[in-house]
């Protein structure tokens, strides 16, 4: 069974940094894209950014240049490392994987910048 746990998340005040964490199970890690996604309140999820088995990477243009996807396979986490937080990025983060045709979401964390 494939379970996705994030952490990582808090409060920070505009400008500070934040790195999340997710790790998984239940899954050949290492051959899957991992992606982060956030959704603000009372807004859509928003994908933020991902990473594939080759360790390429690609971001929204919102967090181009601050935000930063990495991988451990050794580990079996994908972290988003966070700088230059602004309070637009207030959001509870999730991170998601497919495996077999199917999204798995993990729970999510909450990330709060204040101003």
């Known amino acids: 069974q494939v379970q996705l746990v994030e952490s990582g998340g808090g409060v920070v005040q505009a400008g500070g940094s934040l790195r999340l964490s997710c790790a998984a199970s239940g899954m050949r890690f290492s051959s899957n894209v991992m992606v982060w996604y956030r959704q603000a309140p009372g807004k859509q999820r928003e994908w933020v950014a991902s990473?594939?088995?080759?360790?390429?990477?690609t971001y929204a243009d919102t967090v181009k240049g601050r935000f930063t996807i990495s991988r451990e396979n050794a580990k079996n986490t994908v972290y988003l490392q966070m700088n230059s937080l602004k309070p637009e990025d207030t959001a509870v983060y999730y991170c998601k994987t497919n495996v077999d045709g199917i999204d798995y979401w993990g729970q999510g964390t909450q990330v709060i910048v204040s101003s």
């Open positions: 990473i594939n088995r080759w360790h390429t990477t």
